[in-house]
């Protein structure tokens, strides 16, 4: 085991991933931060900056094959100061993924290997049920232990009728309400923590998380620890880790930055899990095809007819279905072209070496 590595998640499973690349001489690392040029490792002997190898960038086939914030990497060794270069990635134990913004028809990881995940939301007027949908759905996907965090309770007036509509959508995830200005509200957050455990924070910004990140760690500075740097021109620049140890050996958090619209990037089984009580109605319609229209038997109507089912849940539920159905429409497109490429490249390749077995003959 590389001890240095533990406080930094390092475990018995990335261990014997790596195995096979430590018998070639490889390094272990994990990305803690992520620039245009270059990545940030953590490596047994130290921080270090490190590239993608051309051979990655070459067997790559999107964007999420590429190394990742939080992902453990595969080094070739290096001397101090150079730069290293990522030959491969370790087996993600978990993925927090979202689309890509825009017509970017990508998957964007905001972070790899997360134990668990705080989905911060606040109970003040922002409270927006909807968008807790959409981050469940996302959580449900990524393989991470789900928390939501309730924050700004001193702002609510009304908790437990907050508490009650907030169930229906929550389902069996742990629920905390604290405000971040009161200390004693954050404790039963600390019990998420625990050395070489990885955090994450997501929400909209201005929920607190950082107001949290502040009341857990209770030392500002801990937040944003600036290095200085030498970017490609020679000047320097300001960099700060995105994801970096919490004080008293209390695990890592993840500074994300704040998701004010999160673009869902698979439904599937994360869509399901969130919407469970939904799935259940279904599968006591009449028909097995309804289409919860004009049917009759509908579980699903009748349960939006007597109230059991909140209209804009179910209407929020299309729409994520619809979106997410449309992107695996595309994906699957782009999949075939990409295969049609591939099928090219290769007949050329084939047809290139039997004209130079030709020669070679002559
Ligand atoms: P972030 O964008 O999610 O990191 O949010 P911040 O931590 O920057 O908080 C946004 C604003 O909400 C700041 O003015 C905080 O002081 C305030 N705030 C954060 N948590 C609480 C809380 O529990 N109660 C109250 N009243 N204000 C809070
Ligand atoms: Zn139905």
């Not at 001890?3 to 272990?28: E, S, T």
Request: aromatic letters at 6%; a positive charge.
């Amino acid at each position: 085991m590389y001890q240095d590595l533990i406080p930094y998640g390092w475990n018995a499973d990335f261990q014997a991933a790596f195995l096979p690349f430590k018998a070639q001489g490889f390094l272990p690392g994990r990305v803690i931060a992520e620039h245009r040029q270059h990545l940030i490792v953590i490596t047994p002997q130290g921080e270090n900056l490190a590239v993608v190898s051309g051979k990655l960038r070459y067997r790559a086939q999107c964007r999420a094959d590429y190394p990742a914030v939080g992902d453990w990497v595969v080094l070739s060794p290096f001397q101090n100061g150079e730069r290293s270069k990522v030959q491969a990635v370790l087996p993600r134990q978990t993925r927090i993924s979202r689309k890509a913004a825009g017509e970017d028809m990508s998957e964007q990881i905001i972070g790899a290997n997360i134990d668990t995940l705080f989905i911060v939301s606040s109970l003040n007027q922002d409270f927006n049920m909807r968008r807790l949908e959409r981050y469940l759905v996302l959580a449900k996907n990524s393989g991470a232990q789900t928390v939501l965090v309730m924050n700004k309770a001193d702002l609510c007036n009304d908790i437990p009728a907050r508490l009650a509509e907030l169930s229906t959508v929550t389902q069996e995830i742990p629920v905390l309400v604290l405000s971040a200005l009161d200390p004693e509200s954050v404790v039963p957050l600390r019990e998420y923590l625990a050395p070489g455990k990885t955090l994450a924070m997501i929400g909209s910004s201005g929920v607190g998380k950082s107001s949290l990140l502040n009341a857990l760690t209770q030392q500002q500075s801990q937040r944003v620890q600036p290095i200085r740097q030498r970017d490609a021109r020679g000047r320097h620049t300001t960099v700060h880790r995105q994801l970096f140890l919490l004080p008293h050996n209390q695990g890592l958090m993840l500074d994300s930055p704040g998701i004010r619209e999160i673009q869902l990037w698979e439904g599937g089984e994360g869509l399901d899990a969130a919407f469970s009580d939904i799935q259940t109605l279904v599968s006591h319609c009449r028909f097995r095809d309804c289409r919860h229209e004009k049917e009759p038997d509908c579980a699903v109507n009748e349960a939006l007819g007597s109230g059991i089912l909140d209209k804009k849940r179910w209407r929020n539920y299309l729409k994520l279905s619809d979106e997410t159905l449309y992107l695996e429409q595309r994906k699957a497109q782009m999949r075939e072209i990409q295969t049609r490429i591939k099928a090219k490249n290769q007949y050329k390749k084939a047809r290139r070496e039997a004209l130079y077995g030709y020669l070679i003959k002559r």
